[in-house]
Each structure stands twice: as C-alpha cells, then as structure tokens.
C-alpha cells in the first residue's frame, strides 16, 4: 500500500517570504513523488517530480522540492512567494519499482500568500 | 493538442438515475485515469487503463461504477442507480507509461444527485 500525508491543511505567507509545504509518504518500492497545484475551477496541473538523481529538483513557476529518504519526505519550497502562488497544492507518491500506474494524493495543502 | 477533455462539466441528477461522464485523453497518451475529489480531499483512485485494458479499479468501487476504453482512445465512466454520496467531482487524467508518470488532468465533471 502506498500513502501520502500533508500536516497542514493551511499554509499563510507573507509575500516575498519562503514557503514550505510539507509532504511525507510511504511506498513499497521506489518512490516516484510529484507536487500538482489547483487553482480555483481549474484542474490539477503538474509542478514537479522526484524519480531519481539529485534530491533537489526544480519546477515551474520558480518552485522546487527537496526528496529525503531517510525522513521520507518530499517537502515543496519557493524562495519568494508571490500572492498568484496561492492554491491549492497536491503530493502524490507512485511505486516506481513495479509498473504500476496508480499514483496516490494526500489531501493537499492550501497555501494563502499575503500582500 | 487541446490537453484532456471531459463531458459535461455539470450533471445534476436525482437519487436512483443512471449517469455518464466521457473523458478524451491526450492523444499520444497510453494511460488513462478517472479518480474522485470531494471537498477538503485529494483526489481518490478509482480505475485506469493502459490502452484499452483495465489494469487496476479500486477496492472501495462499487459494482454500479463501470468504466470503459474500448478502442485505447477515450473513456467512459458510468454510475448506475446514482446515490446522495455519489456527489463529487469526477477527474480525468493521462499520461505515457514509458515517461515517469506525472498525469495531466481534464477540468472534472462534476456530480450532484438530489
């Protein structure tokens, strides 16, 4: 069985601050970890994912995540936010060990970006 | 390409009535997901395909969902003898299965029975 976890149902910034949104998971196999955000009436879009190589990678819109195997996390990062950030942010977690397809969400993050 | 498509976007329909969602992939995706989001909850699996094959349907569907991909292109997605709890967006999603996976997702259908 895989899982993801999201601590915090509300994220407040202020602009121009860092962000962080935290995401914990648990799978079977390899990890395969990805961050989509939801702006209002509007359907998921991709952000960025972890598959292998560097435990930093980088997505769009200047965001990044950080993958830590030990903790098993995949916390989401920006170094300044801006107030268009706010959404609603997803992690999801897929076995990449086996070929299935079936990617799993936690219950998302809303992140609030104050002028 | 014009990304996922998914039909109607709104369905209203009373307790008992049997409903259909249709959802048109990108066209050089394999894979095709429909996955479930209520308010305050991420989007929960129900089903995919690889082609037109049926790979995997959650354990949490019940037997009036049936999903179909019969020619590996789009998707139906039916819901018999709909029921209250069965209020909720319905999401679309594709991808390739020889790329890592991440999936591009339709705008929903969403689902009210009165």
């Known amino acids: 069985a895989q899982s993801v976890a999201q601590p915090e149902d509300q994220v407040n910034v202020a602009e121009g601050n860092p962000l962080t949104v935290k995401c914990t998971y648990s799978?079977?196999?390899?990890?395969?970890l990805f961050w989509y955000v939801q702006y209002p009436n509007r359907g998921l879009q991709f952000l960025l994912k972890?598959?292998?190589?560097?435990?930093l990678v980088k997505g769009s819109y200047g965001f990044e995540a950080e993958f830590n195997k030990s903790q098993t996390s995949f916390h989401l990062k920006k170094p300044s936010a801006l107030v268009s950030d706010s959404a609603l942010y997803f992690c999801?977690?897929?076995?990449?060990?086996?070929?299935?397809?079936?990617?799993?969400f936690g219950d998302g993050t809303t992140l609030t970006v104050k002028p | 390409d014009t990304g996922v498509s998914q039909n109607p976007r709104h369905k209203i329909t009373k307790r008992g009535q049997n409903v259909t969602f249709r959802c048109d992939p990108i066209?050089?995706?394999?894979?095709l997901y429909w996955y479930r989001q209520t308010l305050g909850q991420g989007p929960e699996f129900l089903t995919y395909?690889?082609?037109?094959?049926?790979?995997?349907k959650s354990r949490l569907l019940s037997d009036r969902f049936s999903a179909e991909r019969p020619k590996g292109s789009f998707s139906t997605l039916e819901i018999q003898r709909t029921e209250q709890g069965d209020s909720a967006m319905y999401l679309c999603?594709?991808?390739?299965?020889?790329?890592?996976?991440?999936?591009?997702f339709g705008e929903g259908s969403r689902l009210t029975v009165l």
């Open positions: 799978v079977s196999g390899n990890p395969y």
């Open positions: 066209s050089e995706h394999n894979r």
């Open positions: 395909f690889q082609n037109e094959a049926q790979l995997e």
């Open positions: 972890y598959i292998t190589g560097d435990n």
């Open positions: 999603a594709s991808s390739f299965e020889r790329e890592s996976g991440e999936l591009f």
């Open positions: 999801a977690v897929r076995d990449g060990g086996t070929n299935a397809g079936k990617s799993t």
